[in-house]
């Protein structure tokens, strides 16, 4: 199954790295699948694949694994999340993910990229899973969860170590030298950042999830995640 401009599905390279693509999904802070968001699959370049099965390893001699939220992102997503920004109105669910900003200016802020560089491929989102701990609690639409600040037992689940914050929020404290995080979460992200770095991602200062890896991009793309085929 090829696709276009050298991408390759993450499952056929490194299979054992955990997938929870929210922007295929109603769990994330539109509410609903994003366009161009066909399948959960990780798309990403082959050269960042490789790097990524390589920081895989090396966690999993301390039973770790890497968990991907995004990787390529259609542009067509990018354009949808612009629309959402400015549909004129915010539910509280909306709000967990950005309690404290409008979500008119998390463009303007940097927290979302009308251009972003998920779509050249050179872009990740991505935590850390502790293999060893319980990470059976599972994500419940029905249920009202507190905001993506809140400490990690009143948060919406996402089977991962604590990094402080939720996934994608976008606040402060998901900078990733944030100062009101605990040791532990602290220790989390250092950890995170220095694997990735080993194989040469830069992280993004604003969001302790987002990372890139210079040089690997280029183009950005547009074609839509479809099912990987076995
Ligand atoms: C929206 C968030 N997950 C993210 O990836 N932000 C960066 C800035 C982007 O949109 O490229
Ligand atoms: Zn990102």
New binding site residues.
Partial sequence: QSLPGGFVYLHDIEPSIIQDIRYATSNNFVGRPLAGYGAGECVVKREVGLRLKAVQQEQAAQNLSLKM??CY?PARA?LD?VRWSQNGHETAAERRYNPKIPKTELFRL????SR???STGA?L?LTLVDLNADNSGKYDPSKTYADCTAPVEARLPEGSVDMGTGY?CTDVKGHTAAPTISPDQRAWRKRLVAAMARQGFVN?A??W??FSLPGAGGAAYDFPIQPRRN
């Fill in positions: 939220f995004d992102r990018s999340m940097g927290y979302i990229a972003s560089q998920h872009a989102d994608d993004y604003k969001e999830w987002h």
